[in-house]
Nanobody
Framework: QVQLVESGGGLVQTGGSLRLSCAAS????????MGWSRQAPGKQREWVAKIFSRNNNAAVSDSVKGRFTISRDNAKTTAYLQMNSLKPEDTAVYYC???????????WGQGTQVTVSS
């Protein structure tokens, strides 16, 4: 079993920064990758970023490229999403997720609200 606990959301002005954290516990060996998706009011959930456990290869969506960075700590228990140059359109609930190995599916965190004021 893997559990995910998110933290770090909040209210920030346009151009500001926030860092989200996603702490994983349990069967960490079963995590293939961790990442974030977000969902704004009235919109579908959108993938934001992903980082692989084995080699730390990372990717971010075009909508946040150059502004957001995903990383993990050396123990690979916590993933981070550093969000810079935030825009009002980044306002959403951000969900951490973990892709499990061997087709075991995806687990989701509880979500954290990010609000960017104009």
């Amino acid at each position: 079993q893997v559990q995910l606990v998110e933290s770090g959301g909040g209210l920030v002005q346009t151009g500001g920064s926030l860092r989200l954290s996603c702490a994983a516990s349990g069967s960490l060996f079963s995590i293939n990758a961790m990442g974030w998706s977000r969902q704004a009011p009235g919109k579908q959930r959108e993938w934001v970023a992903k980082i692989f456990s084995r080699n730390n290869n990372a990717a971010v969506s075009d909508s946040v490229k150059g502004r957001f960075t995903i990383s993990r700590d050396n123990a690979k228990t916590t993933a981070y999403l550093q969000m810079n140059s935030l825009k009002p359109e980044d306002t959403a609930v951000y969900y951490c997720y973990a892709d499990l190995i061997n087709g075991r599916g995806t687990l989701w965190g509880q979500g954290t609200q990010v609000t960017v004021s104009s």
